[in-house]
């Protein structure tokens, strides 16, 4: 039997909706490795993403995106944390198609408090909270259409994401 190679979670969302630390909490708990793809791009580019915006603008930065999400789908059974904007991508769309891809949903409110809106986050550095409710009327909806569940994060902590996720994919977690 071979071991395998896709996700067994893939998380999406916008920032503030808790990939990563839902992400790490799921793992811990299904005893799998947790992978997240803005990592993986920080560590191809030796830089912060905010820095590669800067120094090589938004298109350079989408296609090593793309790559990083490529490599993570196809080589890694754990868990995956995908960047917010990763779904704005059509090839990163198909490559999810066949996953159990999950669309943490989050409240502008509840987006505020977890990363803040000073954070060096490049596509909300100006006008942050209009910035971000633009971002997620356009990508909402592609959220969506790669989801196979939906779980709302508002009023849940960590912990409490992490079992939603679990019982929306039918996942059992190993220390129950």
Known sequence: MSTPTAP????VGPPGSG???VGRALAERLGLPF????????????????EI???EGEPHFRQLERDAVRAATTGHPGVL???GGAVMDGETRALLAPLPVVFLEVALGDAV?????DAPRPLLAVNPRARWRELMEARRPLYLEVATAVVDTQDRTPEQVADAVLEALELKDPHV
């Not at 067994?8 to 998380?11: F, G, K």
């Not at 992978?35 to 791009?41: H, L, P, S, V």
């Open 81 to 83: 944390a995908l960047g």
């Open 8 to 11: 067994v979670v893939v998380l």
């Open 35 to 50: 992978r997240d793809t803005d990592t993986d791009i920080e560590q191809t580019a030796g830089k912060p993403i905010p």
């Open 113 to 117: 408090k977890r990363v803040g809106l």
């Open 19 to 21: 990939k990563s630390t």
């Open 53 to 55: 915006f800067v120094d």
